[in-house]
C-alpha cells in the first residue's frame, strides 16, 4: 500500500450524480434496511438510495421527521432499537443494513451505553435470527480509537484508547458488530460536515462573527464533507472493504488554524483564532450538562464533548481505507466548506457577509 499523499486522488463534487450512484445501487443487497434515517447523515444517505432507485426499509422514531417522497418511495417501521418487535420488523428478510443511528451528545454513561451499545446488540441479535446472511455496515466513529498521539493519524488498526464516553460507547458497538457472524463493515468517520449540521455550524457562526476559540497547542484534524459519507456507505452496502473496519475522512489532516483560515476565505469573512486554555473548555462542558441536565438537548459543548476537543490530535490515515472501498479521491474541504456556507446562508443559519477574507500567513497553512 502506499503513503498517504502519494495516491492521485481526484476532487469530488460535492453532490452525487445519478452516474454515480447507480453502479453501488445496482450491487446493493435489497431489501436495505437503515436506521437514523432523520438524522444529519442519515437524510444525506436516504436522498441518495431514493435518487439511485432503492426502496429502503427505514425504523424512525418519529416518522414526521422524513421527507415527503419517503412515504411514497420507502417502507417506514415505527419505533426505536429499544423496541423488539420494531426491530425484528425492520431486519426481518433484509439482504443489508446500515446502522447510522446513534446517541452523540449526552450527560451520563448509560445514555451512550443504552443507545451505541445496547442498541446495536439488539440489531445483530436480530439478524441473527431474522436475517443471518445480511449485510451489515456500521457507522462508527474515529472517537471510539481516539486521538493520535502522531500528527499524521491513527489507523484503522492501531489499538483503541477512547478518551471519552461516546467513544466508549461506539467502540463497544464496534464489538458487538465484529460478532455479527456474517458479513459486516464498521466505518469510522472524523468530524463530518456539510448542508444540514448543526454540529460544525458553531464553526461557522464564530468564524461570521470574526473570532474562532480554539484550544491551545498546535491540533492536526482530520474531517470528511457529508456526501463522502454517503459514498462510503453505499461503497461498502455494495461489497466493498467486507470484514474491516476503515476510516474515513480527507486523506492529509491540517492544524485546526489552518481549517479556520481555509473556513474564513470560503466564507469571504475576516476570521481570527484566539487560543484559549483547556480548562475553559471544560468548565464550559460543565454548565453545558447542567443545561442539558434541564432537558436542553441540543447544547453543544459537554464534559465528555470538552475531554473530546482538548485531546489532539483527531486525525487519522484514511489512504488505504480509500482504496478499499473503491473510492477515487474525496470532496477537499475548501470545496466543502464553500457549499456548506452557501447551503448556511440561503437558510439564514449564518449571515450573509460581504467583508474582504482575511490574509492567511504561509506559516498557518499547514
Known amino acids: 500500500m502506499s503513503d498517504a499523499g502519494v495516491t492521485q486522488w481526484r476532487a469530488l463534487p460535492t453532490t452525487i450524480a445519478p452516474e454515480e450512484l447507480a453502479p453501488w445501487c445496482s450491487r446493493i443487497p435489497v431489501p436495505v434496511a437503515v436506521t437514523g434515517a432523520t438524522g444529519f447523515v442519515g437524510s444525506h444517505l436516504l436522498e441518495a438510495l431514493l435518487d439511485g432507485g432503492v426502496r429502503p426499509r427505514l425504523l424512525v422514531r418519529d416518522p414526521s421527521r422524513l421527507p415527503e417522497r419517503a412515504w411514497l418511495q420507502a417502507e417506514v417501521v415505527r419505533g426505536s432499537l429499544n423496541d423488539r418487535d420494531a426491530v425484528a420488523g425492520l431486519v426481518t428478510g433484509c439482504g443489508s443494513l446500515i446502522h447510522v443511528a446513534g446517541l452523540v451528545r449526552g450527560v451520563r454513561a448509560a445514555q451512550f451505553d443504552r443507545a451505541n451499545r445496547v442498541g446495536t446488540e439488539s440489531l445483530v441479535s436480530a439478524m441473527r435470527e431474522h436475517a443471518p446472511a445480511a449485510r451489515l455496515v456500521h457507522l462508527s466513529s474515529l472517537a471510539a480509537v481516539g486521538p493520535s498521539a502522531d500528527p499524521m493519524g491513527r489507523r484503522p488498526d492501531d489499538p483503541p484508547n477512547p478518551v471519552s464516553i461516546y467513544g466508549r460507547s461506539k467502540l463497544a458497538g464496534e464489538t458487538a458488530v465484529r460478532g455479527h457472524g456474517g458479513s459486516w463493515v464498521i466505518l469510522r468517520p472524523p468530524a463530518i460536515y456539510g448542508p444540514r449540521d ?82 475553559l473548555a471544560r468548565v464550559t462542558g460543565l454548565v453545558g450538562d447542567l443545561l442539558q441536565s434541564f432537558g436542553m438537548r441540543g447544547v453543544a459543548m459537554t464534559t465528555d464533548k470538552a475531554r473530546e476537543m482538548v485531546a489532539r490530535h483527531w486525525s487519522a490515515r484514511t489512504e488505504n481505507s480509500l482504496m478499499a472501498l473503491g473510492l477515487p479521491g474525496f470532496v477537499p474541504f475548501e470545496t466543502g466548506a464553500r457549499a456548506t456556507w452557501a447551503w448556511y446562508r440561503d437558510r439564514g443559519w449564518v449571515p450573509r457577509a460581504k467583508i474582504r477574507p482575511l490574509h492567511v500567513p504561509e506559516s498557518d497553512r499547514g
Open 198 to 279: 448543526t454540529d460544525i455550524l458553531q464553526f461557522f457562526r464564530l468564524a461570521a462573527r470574526g473570532v474562532v476559540l480554539i484550544p491551545a497547542g498546535e491540533r492536526f484534524l482530520t474531517v470528511a464533507f457529508v456526501a463522502d459519507m454517503v459514498r462510503a456507505v453505499l461503497a461498502a452496502l455494495a461489497g466493498a472493504g467486507d470484514g474491516q473496519a476503515l476510516n474515513l475522512g480527507e486523506p492529509v489532516p491540517r492544524t485546526l488554524r489552518t481549517m479556520v483560515g481555509v473556513l474564513a476565505k470560503t466564507g469571504g469573512v475576516a476570521a481570527r483564532c484566539v487560543s484559549v486554555p483547556p480548562f
